[in-house]
Nanobody, 121 residues
Framework: QVQLVESGGGLVQPGGSLRLSCAASGSIFRINVMGWYRQAPGKERELVATIINSGITNYADSVKGRFTISRDNTKNTVYLQMNSLKPEDTAVYYC???????????????WGQGTQVTVSS
């Protein structure tokens, strides 16, 4: 089994910064893709950013130029540096990982428990 543990959420003023972390643990052969999603009250969960194990990244248009995703493959950890935060960034942020448990099988998707990010003055 695989567990994703997130940390780093909290309350920040508009224009401020936060850094989220997500560490994966368990019987992991390889993690192909790691990413961050978010869900605001009354809205559907949406993609924020993803990074594959080669380092190629993808961002939602709403966060380009403000957020940076990175990963440490030696620690099975993904980070999200969030700068110039806006009230509309307020949401629960979820970590996601596509994990290869057995190289003979397809990857399995896992989710973290979520961490609240609130941007307010």
């Amino acid at each position: 089994q695989v567990q994703l543990v997130e940390s780093g959420g909290g309350l920040v003023q508009p224009g401020g910064s936060l850094r989220l972390s997500c560490a994966a643990s368990g019987s992991i052969f390889r993690i192909n893709v790691m990413g961050w999603y978010r869900q605001a009250p009354g809205k559907e969960r949406e993609l924020v950013a993803t990074i594959i194990n080669s380092g190629i990244t993808n961002y939602a248009d709403s966060v380009k130029g403000r957020f940076t995703i990175s990963r440490d493959n030696t620690k099975n950890t993904v980070y999200l540096q969030m700068n110039s935060l806006k009230p509309e960034d307020t949401a629960v942020y979820y970590c996601n990982a596509m994990v290869v448990l057995d190289p003979r099988r397809y990857p399995t998707g896992y989710w973290g428990q979520g961490t609240q990010v609130t941007v307010s003055s």
